[in-house]
């Protein structure tokens, strides 16, 4: 006897934790943010690149790297089943930004201002503002050494929040220096943990010798006061890089940007030097980055390229659009023209040809889908058409169709008129449509 059916059914399968599923409408604003990044994007000459999700593991794990939180734990790593290659789904896109850059020679010919949208994969404790799948959006200007790009990134992201209506973000700035001059106060930097060794935590503890620097970002508030009597990495600057912070803040002060220079600002990979900056919101709670970034200009040695200078930034897509929410954003989806009726299946040859016209016009319009063999009464189609939202509903009943003819009927405006017109003009009217909208 063969089993019923139904008892064959697998588990009720569901998305993986903290990978979540974007759906309508919030998928359309997602689509809105890219596509304000886009023009944002261009009107700064800055071109898009496509990396893939996956890359090899030593792209991300690299011999002389710090212990960052990103490679020490939240890396999905697997192996090629084939080859045994170690793999890893990319946590951030610049080192594959730099490999591409890299393995294409991209700067044979000056610098390149690229930028990225997509997701990055971390094994991090999901909460509001933290998955495991994320978008992010990412501008990375290569080749370029000079603060005036640091400051044109800076600016080009402040943009992005005026453009998109969000007002509640603060820069905060700091300046990491150059390898010896981090040297030279991670000495001081251990020293002076060292000396308070019993107020250490568990991380503090691990990071002392692998990467103290990263112990300044703790949030555990026994450690607050030792923090923030710790030395200062602005303190061990060079004239250099003094001089590099100086036209950075000179730049962001003459275009009205605010900014607090915080000493304890670091980043979570290991790769950052001089200008590093975080774009922060108090609406967000915990989770209140924004965008990141900064200068990394000893990436492309890193990877065994000629070295080349490099600054960038990364934005969370989900912490921006939430904060572009509680600014009033509201469904942004696109907005249907109109809604088609049709009471006879036989008529939809012919329909369908007309609404092909419409579209190819530029008029969405959502058509009425039978069960199958009928199309359902005019009074449920009506409805259908008033929840769709749509401006106007096409009606092409028996008698319009045996006439050629549709009638438009306003669904949104009590004092507009209903009207009837010849399929032949159809188009016609749809451009009246558009020049009003
Ligand atoms: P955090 O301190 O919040 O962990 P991070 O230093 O790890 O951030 P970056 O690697 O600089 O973050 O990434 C840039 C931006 O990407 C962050 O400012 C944030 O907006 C977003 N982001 C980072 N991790 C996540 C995540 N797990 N889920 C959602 N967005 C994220
Ligand atoms: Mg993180």
């Excluded at 569901?14 to 304000?36: F, H, I, Q, R, Y």
């Excluded at 990319?90 to 594959?96: D, F, H, I, L, Q």
Aim: glycine fraction near 8%; hydrophobic fraction near 40%.
């Amino acid at each position: 006897m063969t089993e019923p059916l139904i008892s064959q059914k697998i588990e009720k399968l569901t998305a993986v934790k903290g990978m979540n599923d974007v759906l309508p409408p919030d998928s359309a604003m997602v689509e809105w943010l890219e596509s304000k990044v886009r023009l944002l994007m261009a009107r700064y000459a800055y071109r898009n690149i496509r990396t893939p999700i996956v890359e090899r593991t030593p792209l991300f794990v690299r011999g002389l790297g710090e212990v960052t939180d990103i490679v020490e734990k939240e890396m999905y790593c697997f192996e090629d089943r084939l080859n045994g290659d170690p793999l890893t789904l990319r946590p951030e896109a610049t080192a594959g930004v730099v490999r591409a850059a890299l393995e294409h020679n991209l700067l044979y010919d000056g610098g390149k201002r690229l930028y990225y949208m997509g997701p990055m994969f971390r094994h991090e404790r999901p909460q509001k503002g933290r998955y495991r799948q994320f978008d992010q959006i990412g501008a990375e200007a290569l080749g370029f050494g000079g603060a005036e790009v640091d400051a044109e990134l800076i600016l080009m992201a402040c943009a992005l929040w005026k453009e998109i209506g969000i007002e509640d973000v603060r820069l905060e700035l700091n300046s990491l220096g150059q390898p010896d001059e981090r040297l030279a106060h991670r000495q001081a930097l251990i020293a002076h943990l060292e000396q308070h060794a019993e107020v250490l935590d568990e991380d503090a503890k691990r990071r002392l010798y692998s990467n103290p620097l990263r112990i300044l970002d703790t949030k555990n508030p026994h450690m607050q006061s030792l923090v923030a009597s710790a030395p200062k990495l602005l303190d061990f600057l060079g004239e250099a890089s003094l001089s590099h912070f100086n036209t950075l803040t000179s730049i962001l002060k003459s275009n009205g940007v605010a900014y607090t220079v915080n000493p304890r600002l670091v980043r979570g990979m290991d790769y950052y030097n001089l200008t590093v900056f975080e774009f922060t919101t108090d609406r967000l709670g915990s989770q209140g980055t924004v965008c990141a970034g900064g200068r990394y200009d000893y990436l492309f040695e890193q990877l065994g390229g000629k070295p080349a200078s490099a600054v960038g930034w990364a934005l969370g897509v989900d912490r921006v659009l939430e904060l572009a929410k509680g600014a009033g954003l509201k469904d942004v989806g696109p907005r249907l023209d109109a809604y088609a009726i049709v009471t006879d299946t036989q008529a939809l040859p012919l329909v369908l040809s007309v609404l092909q016209a419409l579209r190819t016009a530029g008029v969405s319009v959502q058509m009425h889908a039978s069960t199958g063999d009928t199309m359902g009464s005019m009074k449920s189609q009506f409805k259908r058409a008033d929840s769709s939202g749509a401006r106007f509903a096409l009606v092409f009943g028996s008698d319009e169709v045996a006439a050629r003819q549709v009638t438009v009927k306003p669904l949104r405006d009590a004092s507009a008129t209903q009207q009837t017109h010849s399929l032949d003009d159809i188009v016609e009217w749809a451009t009246t449509l558009q020049s009003a909208a």
